[in-house]
């Protein structure tokens, strides 16, 4: 669990630093990318399914991505792309491709389905984020509205 903890920290603070994210970032970049595959890896671990494990991950992710945004004045996508960074499906896209070229067609066309499930996943749990959190803005945005005008 530890080495899992240590790898995607590295990952999410490297990426972050090949994006140019601001260095007082890094760490926190690396921090989100760390619970996430955390997150990831223990619903994995105890046999949830890989594709709900990837919408949860990246569904904490951008969570955490708009909280740690608020808080030091950061864009969010900073944080949201370094985060998902452990999630990508590189090595099974891999995989994929490397049957594909070794004609094992139905390996290879497995490994692909999956592979695009997992990283539109990734997608769906970073849009019900940012739909969840814009729906509770406009709640907010209403109440002020409302109280102002009485």
């Given at each position: 669990?530890?080495q899992?903890?240590?790898?995607?920290?590295?990952?999410?603070?490297?990426?972050?630093?090949?994006?140019?994210?601001?260095?007082?970032?890094?760490?926190?970049?690396?921090?989100?990318?760390?619970?996430?595959?955390?997150?990831?890896?223990?619903?994995?671990?105890?046999?949830?399914?890989?594709?709900?494990?990837?919408?949860?991950?990246?569904?904490?992710?951008?969570?955490?991505?708009?909280?740690?945004?608020?808080?030091?004045?950061?864009?969010?996508?900073?944080?949201?792309?370094?985060?998902?960074?452990?999630?990508?499906?590189g090595?099974?896209?891999?995989?994929?491709?490397?049957?594909?070229?070794?004609?094992?067609?139905?390996?290879?066309?497995?490994?692909?389905?999956?592979?695009?499930?997992?990283?539109?996943?990734?997608?769906?749990?970073?849009?019900?984020?940012?739909?969840?959190?814009?729906?509770?803005?406009?709640?907010?945005?209403?109440?002020?509205?409302?109280?102002?005008?009485?």
């Amino acid at each position: 669990m530890i080495q899992q903890l240590i790898t995607s920290f590295i990952a999410s603070a490297a990426f972050g630093m090949i994006f140019n994210a601001p260095r007082k970032s890094l760490i926190k970049c690396g921090f989100v990318g760390m619970l996430g595959w955390i997150i990831y890896f223990i619903m994995v671990e105890n046999h949830l399914d890989a594709v709900f494990s990837t919408v949860a991950a990246s569904f904490v992710i951008a969570v955490t991505g708009q909280i740690f945004s608020k808080i030091y004045k950061t864009p969010v996508i900073i944080f949201s792309v370094a985060g998902v960074i452990p999630l990508v499906p590189g090595g099974m896209a891999y995989d994929a491709m490397r049957n594909f070229v070794e004609n094992d067609y139905n390996t290879a066309l497995t490994l692909a389905a999956k592979a695009f499930m997992v990283s539109g996943s990734i997608a769906i749990g970073l849009v019900f984020s940012e739909v969840i959190n814009q729906a509770i803005r406009q709640t907010q945005l209403n109440r002020l509205n409302k109280e102002q005008r009485r």
